[in-house]
């Protein structure tokens, strides 16, 4: 990816994110926002987010498996999707004050965060649990607070 500019790890280079339209608008948004204000948190950036873009990113995050669908396309579009929730991982890691990603466990940790964390708000917004955003973070710190309960409700079949 030439969004990443030096040898320092996955330094994302917001400049170049922002113009390009090879990313989701709500990924070069995160990147604009932070050229601004280099400081946010898991919970902001999520509550910013539209009910559409937390849908589109997490189907992003599933394989869909398309038996007609040419296999050098699919990788293509998944590699698409892969970059966006990468980026969006480690900007707000690094808008958290924690280091650049420097190998690929922390990288797909961080990415595996995130799509918890927006699956989290998803059944939060549907009533379906108790969320607690504020806990949202991808410092190691926060691993073992809690950021959602099941809410006991016997109108909700499982």
């Known amino acids: 990816m030439e969004i990443f500019d030096d040898g320092s790890g996955m330094s994302v280079n917001y400049e170049k994110l922002i113009n390009s339209r090879d990313y989701l608008a709500v990924t070069r948004k995160l990147a604009s926002d932070l050229m601004a204000k280099p400081y946010m948190t898991v919970e902001q950036f999520i509550n910013n987010l539209s009910d559409g873009d937390i849908s589109q990113l997490l189907e992003m995050s599933v394989d869909d ?51 918890a964390f927006l699956a989290v708000e998803s059944l939060a917004r549907k009533g379906l649990v108790k969320s607690y955003p504020q806990n949202m973070s991808f410092g190691e710190e926060m691993a073992k607070k809690i950021i959602a309960e099941r809410i006991d409700d016997e109108s909700n079949d499982y």
Not at 74 to 90: F, K, N, Q, V
């Open 65 to 115: 498996d398309d038996d007609d669908a040419d296999p050098l396309d699919s990788i293509a579009e998944t590699e698409r999707h892969l970059e966006d929730l990468l980026l969006i991982a480690e900007m707000l890691a690094v808008a958290e004050g924690l280091p650049n990603s420097d190998d690929y466990d922390m990288v797909q940790n961080r990415v595996s965060q995130l799509i």
